[in-house]
């Protein structure tokens, strides 16, 4: 097979670039064309990570990095053999893209700006000879009798040899209609990565105040996490509501995103340690007034909410901590429970669970089970990832591979 052949990239986003990148380093002498609807290249790598794009975690292990993938982790592992993380950061590295890794794992380009992300791909881009055809909505996508793919636009149409299909998350499955006439599995898209909102809960006064270490569970459910959690005037966020909402982000939809979250607002702590905590504060510090004690480090304006919701007033001496008092108290702080109506779009980072179901796609190749020739990559598959670069890894991963294999 000549490598002459006409391979269209349908989508101008992350996934698209890397995988028109990819397929023109693969294969030089193919014709790669990249059809974006819209005016822009790259928008949501623009905006990504407030701005500054965070384009991958420091997470090596390839085991390890799969357990941040609510959906996808079974398949990803084979993208992930060919092109993961430290791939990743070679990959800017070999094109003069400085990295730096945050104390989070997070990493960034060092110069805190996602253009130098944009302008890397844009470069690499035009110097391999990759087309761009902005303003150019692919809408439908035919096979001809030749065994090749018609791409329809708006007045015109396109006759090509591959598609790799790169046109993000979207809150409705229609523009992928055409893969049912291929008997494409779609799974029905929900949102994921959003925070919760709490417009009954006082805690919402305590906005601005961030516990470094929670556990965080969906009650009724086998949901968990742990990290940082942050008030906010709506409700809550942070990591440890973030991965939550990512984990759970079928279920929450289903129960229409009213339920219960219980905090456990000191880590792992179990009741059997809380509990001997106190005993030992109310023995050393019998006389200190409780308000004024606070033997957790919790921040003192969250400790007095957490006292008064124990209906323990702040100026009651510890000596006075007794029998059902003790138990509330220490049901508060490892099991305190907030009613969840609604979420929030996480500004940071959003992504869509749902698009094309993966059994379908072989993730050696990332090409259609259904479909010889086509292939997918990025977020349109039914893959997403938690906070902190991994929605990008994986569009990175997924995009390379395609490419690589196109031909
Ligand atoms: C605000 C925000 C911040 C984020 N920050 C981060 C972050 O810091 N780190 C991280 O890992 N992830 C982040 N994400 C998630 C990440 O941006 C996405 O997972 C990633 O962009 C997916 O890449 P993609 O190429 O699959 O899709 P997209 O980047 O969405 O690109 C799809 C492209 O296809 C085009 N398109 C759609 N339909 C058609 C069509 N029919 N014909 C032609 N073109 C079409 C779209 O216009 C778009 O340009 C963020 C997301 C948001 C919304």
Redesign the pocket.
């Known amino acids: 097979m000549t490598n002459s052949k006409k391979i269209a990239i349908?989508?101008?986003?992350?996934?698209?670039f890397f995988a028109a990148i990819s397929a023109k380093e693969h294969h030089p002498d193919a014709e790669v064309t990249i059809?974006?609807?819209?005016a822009k290249?790259l928008?949501?790598?623009k905006?990504?990570?407030g701005g500054r794009?965070?384009v991958t975690h420091a997470c090596f292990d390839n085991k390890k990095l799969l357990s941040y993938y609510p959906r996808g982790a079974n398949y990803l592992r084979k993208t992930f053999e060919q092109f993961n993380t430290r791939s990743t950061i070679e990959w800017f590295k070999k094109r003069g893209v400085e990295l730096e890794t945050l104390t989070d794992n997070c990493i960034f380009p060092k110069s805190n700006s996602s253009q130098t992300i944009i302008d890397c791909f844009l470069n690499e881009a035009q110097k391999l000879g990759v087309v761009q055809k902005l303003q150019?909505?692919?809408?439908d996508i035919h096979l001809t009798s030749t065994d090749q793919f018609e791409l329809i636009s708006l007045n015109e149409s396109f006759i090509v040899d591959r598609v790799i299909y790169?046109?993000?998350?979207q809150p409705k499955n229609n523009?992928l209609h055409w893969l049912q006439n291929f008997k494409h599995e779609l799974i029905e898209p929900v949102p994921s990565l959003f925070t919760f909102n709490m417009p009954n809960e006082p805690v919402r006064d305590l906005m601005g105040i961030v516990v470094e270490e929670t556990t965080t569970k969906i009650e009724g459910t086998k949901l968990e996490a742990t990290g940082p959690l942050l008030i906010t005037h709506w409700g809550m966020s942070g990591p440890a509501i973030l991965k939550l909402s990512a984990f759970g982000a079928r279920l929450l939809a289903d129960k229409k995103y009213n339920f219960n979250v219980l905090i456990n607002w000191l880590h792992t702590q179990k009741e059997l340690e809380v509990r001997t905590n106190l005993q030992e504060t109310l023995i050393n510090h019998s006389e200190k007034k409780m308000g004024n004690l606070n033997p957790f480090g919790l921040s003192t304006r969250l400790w007095h909410f957490l006292l008064e919701k124990s209906n323990i007033s702040v100026d009651s001496k510890w000596k006075e901590l007794q029998g059902k008092k003790t138990n509330k108290l220490i049901n508060t702080l490892v099991n305190d429970r907030y009613q969840v109506s609604g979420k929030t779009t996480f500004?940071?980072?959003?992504?869509t669970a749902g698009g094309v179901g993966l059994s379908d796609v072989d993730f050696n190749t990332m090409e259609s089970r259904k479909v010889k020739g086509l292939f997918f990559a990025?977020?349109?598959l039914d893959v997403d990832g938690v906070t902190g670069?991994?929605?990008?890894?994986a569009?990175w991963s997924t995009g390379w591979v395609a490419g690589k294999n196109v031909i």
């Open positions: 349908i989508g101008g986003g992350a996934a698209g059809y974006e609807k819209s290249v928008s949501k790598v905006v990504s990570g794009c965070n150019t909505p692919i809408n790169t046109t993000g998350g523009s500004k940071e980072e959003f992504v990025g977020e349109v670069g991994f929605n990008f890894q569009a």
